[in-house]
């Protein structure tokens, strides 16, 4: 960064108890609005955002990433990739009201965190540290986040840039459960699955179906030989057509305990590209909304 080295800082004083109170908060007003987006709720809209908010990280110039907060400066935040997330931003934003010591960064990556667990996912260890910056410098250039219309060698490449390997890169694949896709944002349209409020490994055993070419005037993508309802990009599609993938997602197909022990690692580690963190800095671990109540 201009500044130097993104060197986490947490907010003085605060801890785990603090950071449990906004997870609590975002995952109550998640439960508020289930019936968002056709049923989708804001799982789906929050993983999406953390993402991108990490995803465009560079480790060959590092560049990037979640650390700066910068996606709500153009040219990160009128990058066609990111059409949509302003929900995200913006169901959020109350909590960085409510909350002014936490940075853009970490309320955007907690928001993803908090998603994955309340939808039945995996644990997912998430660090705090983020720092807000204003200075252009710090943001990203356009055309690092992924165009959905490639190819499996691209989709190779593109994770390796952010430091992942075949493994991982195929397990994130597998967030792909939740939410959906919408023409007025990417061009494309519909869920993955039919339980997209749901963190399972349906994405995996779905992939391994039949699926053809979706005959619309829209963006080529694929639907599913069974239902015609359900949906794959061909970036998706390119995970059974790569044998360095499909071997991964035969395996998460038949085993879910191993997609959530890769995914919450693979993510853990997304959502901290180009952040780093002093020695001995321990991860948090929060409790879902369940295990409070129970
Ligand atoms: Fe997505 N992704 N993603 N994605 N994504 C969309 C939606 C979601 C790609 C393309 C798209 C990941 C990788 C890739 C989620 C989470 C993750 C959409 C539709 C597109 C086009 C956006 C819209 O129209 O609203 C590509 C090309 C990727 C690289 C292969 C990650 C692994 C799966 C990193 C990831 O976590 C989620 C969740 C959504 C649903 C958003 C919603 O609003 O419901």
Redesign the pocket.
């Known amino acids: 960064g201009v500044a130097g080295p993104n060197i986490a800082k947490v907010p003085s004083g605060k801890g785990l108890k603090d950071y449990q109170e906004i997870y609590n908060d975002i995952a109550g007003k998640i439960e508020e609005n289930l019936d968002y987006?056709g049923g989708?709720g804001f799982?789906?809209?929050?993983?999406?955002l953390?993402?991108?908010a990490s995803?465009t990280y560079d480790k060959n110039t590092k560049t990037g990433g979640s650390f700066y907060g910068s996606m709500i400066y153009d040219p990160e935040s009128s990058d066609g990739?990111n059409?949509?997330l302003a929900?995200?931003r913006d169901f959020l934003y109350e909590f960085a009201v409510k909350y002014p010591w936490i940075s853009r960064g970490d309320l955007w990556t907690l928001g993803?965190v908090v998603?994955v667990q309340e939808s039945g996912g995996p644990k997912v260890p998430w660090r705090p540290g983020r720092v807000d910056s204003f200075d252009k410098r710090d943001i990203p250039p356009p055309g690092n986040?992924?165009?959905?219309?490639?190819d499996g060698k691209y989709?190779r490449n593109?994770?390796k840039r952010m430091g992942f390997g075949d493994r991982e890169?195929v397990a994130?694949?597998?967030?792909?459960?939740?939410?959906?896709?919408?023409?007025?944002?990417?061009?494309?349209?519909g869920?993955w699955g039919p339980s997209?409020n749901m963190f399972t490994n349906d994405?995996f055993v779905r992939l391994l179906q039949g699926w053809h070419v979706r005959k619309w005037d829209g963006p080529k993508q694929y639907e599913d030989d069974e239902s015609n309802s359900f949906m794959m990009?061909?970036?998706?599609i390119?995970l059974k057509e790569e044998s360095y993938f499909l071997k991964y997602v035969k395996l998460y197909a038949a085993d879910q305990d191993l997609f959530f022990k890769d995914f919450s690692k693979a993510?853990a580690a997304?959502l901290e590209l180009g952040v780093e963190y002093p020695r001995g800095s321990k991860p948090f671990l929060f409790k879902t909304i369940d295990e409070q109540e129970s």
């Open positions: 987006d989708a799982y789906g809209q929050l993983v999406r953390s993402w991108h995803g990739a059409a949509g929900a995200g993803g998603a986040l992924p165009d959905a219309s490639e989709v593109l994770f890169t994130l694949i597998g967030a792909h459960c939740l939410g959906k896709c919408h023409t007025h944002n990417s061009g494309y349209e869920p997209f994405f990009l061909p970036t998706d390119a993510y997304l």
